[in-house]
């Protein structure tokens, strides 16, 4: 127990590490809170600037970016009613008619604590959830993996859009990128056509910063010239009282946001958005109407949203699986450090997971400090035009691919997978799905021909041990369940038994008629 | 979240189209990799991967089709409507810009590339007048010269 315990402190007691945190948590308020900034664009780049530092300073500095990034969201979904992340969509419902009634002082320091609230049950859930799931995740055989990554890179798909098929096309997409180069078995070339330089294959970071920088730079410049409102800050820290009344909403919600981040795939969005649909109907008597400046509108979002990230880090720490793209991206930084997240990391590095679990906490005492501080100067910040904000983004995601290899070969292919990542954003695919298909596609193909070599080729013994063994069947049974929920199937059996359902009721009627 | 109508983008039947083709050669060249030599060889699991693309292309046209509330248009409509609602002049004009940015890093260095790069594409976006472009430019590239070539030690274009 002590020795977990100095693994935890190891980010209070080091300055260094310290101020890394508070630095990260500082810049990813604003990172979260500029609207075209993104979290998951700012890990991304820092990935590559920080890949030659010590893996705890990496990770402390993500980590601040992570927590400050979330939170920053709802700073300018309060002010400018624009949410800066997607997690804070929810969060301008009643956030911004809150500001317009001159109350953004005191509904930003609300938020703040109840984020801070939020963030520290989401870190009491992975501190006692990371170490059972990881246990149990020891027993999984090879092909259990590589049906945890299929299952992965489906509910990324299917949950990140609006349309499953565009989700599984953009996740094919990454793995067929992930694959391109030589094949670690054999040698042999894979989409190369010929070309030396992609013989190394595409780096995921040089995929990455193009999908989540360029591409989403493209795609700003569609509203490039919109100006923000300027919004009117007084009281800031919220009266106790207040607190300790939202405090049974902001604990549910975290619960729901622990639950929808611990999903692979599902983040922060979903979570705030399904908390505030659960305040809506829970609340009989909110302050104000829902939608007009309630603050259990906010509470509710911004607690869930924050708790979300300790649910995301369950599943990425214990069996490398991403929660979330934020977290897909880490798990790219931590290969590059030379660890494999998965049950492994628990028993062979188990001071990287109690690190993680106290540099989050340590993100969240800051969070309190940055959010009820600065807000005023804060508040012209996140007005900077997106015609000044566009640009930077660029020179940014041209510094972040050249630092990778010193190449500028893969600045062009940053340059080319941000267009194309442009193109299929606009056409509603999503980029996290290619992004998690790249850092897993070659892990599956070295999962599936490892396990069909141990079958010797044979596909009816491969078909055979899924199904003798109990994971790896419900495993199979949950991918099974997850593609046909997509399919018009499960409406026609309801509808089958609402008829029949129906049927049963008009007869039981017709008899009770005849009864009297 | 389901799919409705207005979630369709101008001549989305035509781009899911294209990807149709390019999966289907991504297919072909999976089958060139090593055959169907065996069920374990380098091209095994790419032939899978992009038939699962097809799929997908094929799946999202049987979609898409059922949302016969917008009207259709000819091939060459589709088109010109695909071009025009990803190419504005303006992203067009952006993206040469970023082209010519990736071409002068090579000519004229780091430094001076970016400051050209950040002035014309400050003022080209109507982010600020010449002037504040300019000493906006010359701060952004020494402020991203210091953090990163002296701080985070990286080496720049």
Redesign the interface.
């Known amino acids: 127990m002590s020795t977990y315990l100095s693994y935890f402190f190891v980010s209070w007691l080091n300055i260094k590490l310290l101020l890394l945190i508070a630095a990260g948590t500082f810049s990813g308020i604003y990172v979260g809170a500029i609207p075209g900034l993104s979290v998951t664009m700012a890990v991304s780049l820092l990935i590559s600037f920080t890949f030659s530092w010590e893996v705890n300073e990496a990770l402390a500095l993500m980590v601040g970016i992570y927590c400050g990034g979330v939170y920053g969201g709802s700073r300018s979904a309060i002010l400018l009613n624009i949410p800066g992340a997607p997690a804070a969509i929810a969060t301008a419902f009643d956030g911004f008619p809150l500001a317009k009634k001159g109350e953004a002082g005191v509904a930003i320091g609300l938020t703040t604590v109840i984020s801070v609230v939020g963030g520290l049950i989401g870190i009491v859930f992975l501190s006692i959830g990371g170490p059972l799931i990881s246990e149990f995740s020891l027993k999984f055989a090879p092909r259990d993996y590589m049906l945890m990554a299929v299952m992965g890179i489906l509910l990324v798909g299917c949950l990140s859009g609006k349309s499953i098929y565009k989700g599984i096309f953009a996740g094919s997409l990454g793995i067929i990128l992930g694959l391109i180069g030589m094949d670690p078995l054999t040698g042999q070339g894979r989409f190369t056509f010929g070309s030396v330089q992609l013989m190394g294959g595409i780096h995921y970071v040089v995929a990455m910063i193009g999908l989540f920088g360029v591409s989403e730079a493209l795609s700003q410049i569609r509203n490039a010239g919109v100006t923000p409102v300027q919004q009117k800050i007084d009281r800031i820290i919220p009266p106790w009282k207040w607190i300790i009344e939202h405090l049974p909403l902001a604990i549910k919600s975290s619960v729901i946001g622990v639950f929808i981040g611990s999903l692979p795939g599902t983040g922060g969005d979903i979570a705030a958005l399904l908390a505030y649909g659960y305040a809506k109907r829970s609340i009989k008597n909110p302050s104000v109407p829902f939608g007009e400046g309630a603050y259990e509108g906010l509470v509710a979002p911004e607690s869930a949203n924050n708790a979300a990230i300790g649910g995301a880090y369950i599943p990425m720490l214990t069996l490398g699986i991403p929660g979330d793209a934020v977290t897909a991206v880490m798990i790219g930084a931590l290969f590059i450090h030379g660890l494999k997240p998965g049950p492994m990391l628990m028993i062979e590095t188990p001071h990287l997971f109690w690190f993680i679990v106290g540099s989050l906490v340590l993100a969240n005492v800051f969070l309190l400090i940055f959010g009820l501080t600065g807000i005023r100067i804060f508040t012209r910040m996140i007005e900077l035009p997106k015609g000044i904000l566009i640009p930077m983004i660029i020179v940014l995601s041209v510094v972040g691919t050249y630092s990778i290899h010193n190449n500028l070969m893969e600045v062009w292919w940053m340059l080319g997978i941000g267009t194309l990542g442009y193109i299929l954003r606009t056409y509603g695919f999503q980029m996290g799905p290619i992004v998690l298909g790249m850092i897993l596609g070659p892990l599956l193909d070295m999962s599936y021909r490892r396990a069909m070599m141990t079958v010797r080729n044979q596909p009816l013994e491969f078909i055979w041990d899924l199904l003798r063994n109990p994971i790896s069947l419900i495993l199979s049974a949950a991918i099974l369940v997850m593609i046909l929920a997509q399919t018009p199937l499960p409406e026609r059996w309801a509808n089958y038994w609402n008829s029949k359902k129906h049927s049963k009721g008009m007869d039981d009627g017709a008899t009770n008629d005849d009864d009297l | 979240?389901?799919?409705t109508p207005q979630?369709m983008?101008p001549a989305?039947t035509f781009?899911?189209l294209l990807?149709l083709v390019v999966s289907i050669g991504?297919l072909i060249?999976s089958a060139g990799?090593?055959g169907f030599s065996?069920?374990?060889s380098?091209?095994?699991?790419?032939i899978f991967?992009?038939v699962?693309?097809i799929?997908?292309?094929v799946?999202?046209l049987r979609?898409n089709a059922r949302y016969k509330a917008l009207p259709s248009y000819s091939r060459f409509e589709e088109i010109r409507m695909a071009l025009k609602?990803?190419f504005?002049p303006?992203?067009v004009f952006?993206?040469l810009l970023?082209?010519a940015?990736?071409y002068f890093?090579?000519v004229a260095g780091?430094l001076a590339a970016?400051l050209i790069?950040?002035w014309i594409?400050?003022i080209?976006?109507?982010?600020?007048t010449p002037l504040h472009a300019t000493w906006?430019s010359v701060l952004?590239v020494t402020v991203?010269y210091v953090v990163?070539r002296h701080i985070?030690?990286?080496?720049?274009?």
């Open positions: 979240m389901k799919k979630d983008q989305e781009v899911v990807m991504v060249v990799i090593a065996s069920l374990s380098p091209g095994t699991f790419p991967v992009s699962v693309l799929f997908a292309c799946m999202i979609e609602n990803l504005s303006t992203t952006f993206i970023m082209a940015y990736g890093l090579e780091f970016t790069f950040l594409a400050m080209f976006l109507k982010g600020t906006i952004s991203v990163f985070f030690l990286v080496l720049l274009p």
